[in-house]
């Protein structure tokens, strides 16, 4: 890590990764702003909005990490959804008014029953208050004035979709999916499936990619730590892809990679690869047929986090 800048409140350089618990009523962008300020980072972004209303796993990269935060943004994800059955609203979930109440006659054997529907690739409708742009313009914009747009179905992957208790008309589902799944579109249309309608109440992130939520620290629980405390729990920027093949480069290979040149190394398997120099981590290559290439590289190694 490189010092930090002289001054209580300068900016410094810090690359690493934080896993940030975030509350629910926060939304993403505020709590990357409040760690960022907390960790008096010069530059900082997150890999995968969470709603206002939801909780849990935001993954927070400093510096160097964010080059590397599309491995998350692409990572499948896992929730804890409730789900009230009986009534839809304006956006989908607990904020917004409601349009439309019917009884619930579902039982706990109907809800495990059309869950199997979800399962898979299948279509999904975006919800109208989302961050999809139409025409330059973000969905939610043109909800607020009332205006209906068109919104193409897109297709998502659900790799695993559980009924974990039912209390009516709340069930608490929990689910598995790739990346782009709108968790308030997936109640909507289980709502729907059922004939009473639904929407979201409570949503939190368990996990993404290889990191979990038992890891993660909250906002609060940082605050009263000493800075060398918080630094202490920054993940190297290397954790970001630990789930690619690692190969290790020495002498003039290492610091040819290091400058953005191809190699030829016929001995390496196609497919992307976190790449050492010297045992330090120095970026992402891309190999195919025989030949390695820098896909993204670190800009200064020494200041990797240790």
């Known amino acids: 890590m490189a010092p930090a800048a002289q001054g209580v409140g300068a900016r410094r350089r810090l690359d690493g990764l934080l896993l940030l618990d975030k509350p629910a009523g926060l939304s993403s962008n505020a709590a990357l702003q409040r760690a960022k300020r907390l960790y008096r ?7 995968g909005t969470l709603d206002p209303l939801a ?29 009230r059955l009986g009534a839809t609203t304006s956006t989908g979930d607990a904020g917004g008014e409601i349009l439309a109440r019917l009884p619930v006659t579902a039982t706990r054997a109907d809800i495990e029953a059309v869950l199997p529907r979800f399962l898979g ?14 025409l330059g313009r973000k969905y939610y914009e043109y909800a607020r004035k009332g205006v209906e747009i068109p919104r193409a179905a897109r297709e998502i992957e659900i790799h695993e979709l559980e009924l974990r208790s039912w209390q009516p008309p709340d069930a608490e589902l929990a689910i598995r999916c790739g990346k782009g799944t709108y968790i308030r579109a997936l109640a909507e249309d ?8 639904a929407h979201l109440t409570a949503l939190r ?10 890891d993660g620290r909250g906002l609060e629980a940082l605050e009263p730590l000493s800075e060398p405390e918080r630094d202490a729990l920054l ?5 970001l892809v630990g789930g690619l093949q690692r190969l ?3 002498g003039s290979d290492a610091i040819r990679f290091c400058q953005g040149q191809r190699l030829e190394r016929p001995d390496v398997s196609d497919g992307l690869l976190r790449i050492y120099a010297g045992g330090i ?17 670190m800009t200064a190694m020494p200041a990797t986090h240790r």
Do not use: M, N, W
Request: charged share 20%; with cysteine.
């Open 41 to 47: 980072a010069e530059k900082a972004g997150h890999t």
């Open 248 to 250: 290790d480069l020495e």
């Open 205 to 214: 992130r368990t996990a993404t990619g290889g990191f979990a939520i038992c």
């Open 55 to 83: 909780s849990g796993l935001l993954p927070i990269c400093f510096g160097e990490a964010t080059k590397f935060a599309q491995a998350l943004l692409d990572a499948d994800k896992r929730y804890l959804a409730t789900v």
């Open 235 to 239: 993940l190297p920027v290397d954790a």
């Open 190 to 197: 289980i709502g729907t499936a059922l004939g009473c309608g």
């Open 121 to 134: 690739r299948v279509a999904q409708v975006p919800p109208r208050h989302a961050a999809l742009k139409h």
């Open 281 to 297: 981590f120095a970026g992402v290559g891309a190999a195919a047929a025989g030949v390695l290439r820098p896909r993204r590289l």
